[in-house]
Nanobody
Framework: VQLLESGGGLVQPGGSLRLSCATS????????IGWFRQAPGKEREGVSC????????HYIDSVKGRFTISRENANNTVYLQMSSLKPEDTGVYYC???????????????????WGQGTQVTVSS
């Protein structure tokens, strides 16, 4: 089982990035996928999630209207399009997989079975 994030980098405030989560070793269609982030000195927090059954999406308030999560099961990939980025969006972004859609918007890290290694996002001028 593998989840591999990519697309992070350094961007100026107001800029955009598109993160990708490439998966392998399991059937993506059966799993809800969440994006989490961890800033230096802070706990890991859930940012967005997309369910497996109907593809419903969830966002924390601070990213609503700026981030868009999507999935392409045929390509085993989940995306996080991030726009109007702010310095407080800085952190390591992780994607994670859970079999239970009930945990999707709950953002409970302990309920996600598989995790990627993360990709760094830095928003700074």
């Amino acid at each position: 089982v593998q989840l591999l994030e990519s697309g992070g980098g350094l961007v100026q405030p107001g800029g955009s990035l598109r993160l990708s989560c490439a998966t392998s070793g399991f059937t993506l269609a059966y799993y809800a996928i969440g994006w989490f982030r961890q800033a230096p000195g802070k706990e890991r927090e859930g940012v967005s999630c997309i369910s497996s059954d109907d593809g419903s999406t969830h966002y924390i308030d601070s990213v609503k209207g700026r981030f868009t999560i999507s999935r392409e099961n045929a390509n085993n990939t989940v995306y996080l399009q991030m726009s109007s980025l702010k310095p407080e969006d800085t952190g390591v972004y992780y994607c994670a997989a859970t079999l239970d859609d009930l945990y999707c918007s709950a953002y409970m890290p302990g309920q996600y079975a598989y995790w990627g290694q993360g990709t760094q996002v830095t928003v700074s001028s």
